[in-house]
């Protein structure tokens, strides 16, 4: 059964650096790692993903990275200059469409537990 592990999560301040990842089971059969967040009271919005050309959402674009590393069979977030806005669980699953808003919504901890990162002011 194919799994999706979130680790990495932590506390920084504003302007800090935080690298989260997903593990990939083997059996892991989708075309790419999409990573997604939800913030307290708000919808889970995919921020990044690798199922073609990356693809990361404008808020994230510059300041986050989408590394896949295939020794450690891991898709890592490379999180830098980090707002309190981030805050969030962040969580990774099946990468898709960027305009398929309404399966984005549903992919917040279908798969795995997720990691919260927060970044205080």
Request: negative net charge; aromatic residues 10%; charged residues 15%.
């Amino acid at each position: 059964e194919a799994q999706l592990v979130e680790s990495g999560g932590g506390s920084v301040q504003a302007g800090g650096s935080l690298t989260i990842s997903c593990k990939v089971s083997s059996g892991f059969n989708f075309p790419g790692i999409g990573w997604y967040r939800q913030a307290p009271g708000g919808e889970c919005e995919m921020v990044a993903a690798n199922s073609g050309n990356p693809y990361y959402i404008p808020s994230v674009a510059g300041r986050f990275t989408i590394i896949h590393d295939t020794a450690r069979s891991a898709v890592d977030l490379q999180m830098n200059m980090l707002k309190p806005e981030d805050t969030a669980v962040y969580y990774c699953a099946p990468g898709y469409h960027p305009q398929a808003k309404d399966t984005h919504r549903i992919m917040c901890g279908l798969w795995g537990q997720g990691t919260q990162v927060t970044v205080s002011s």
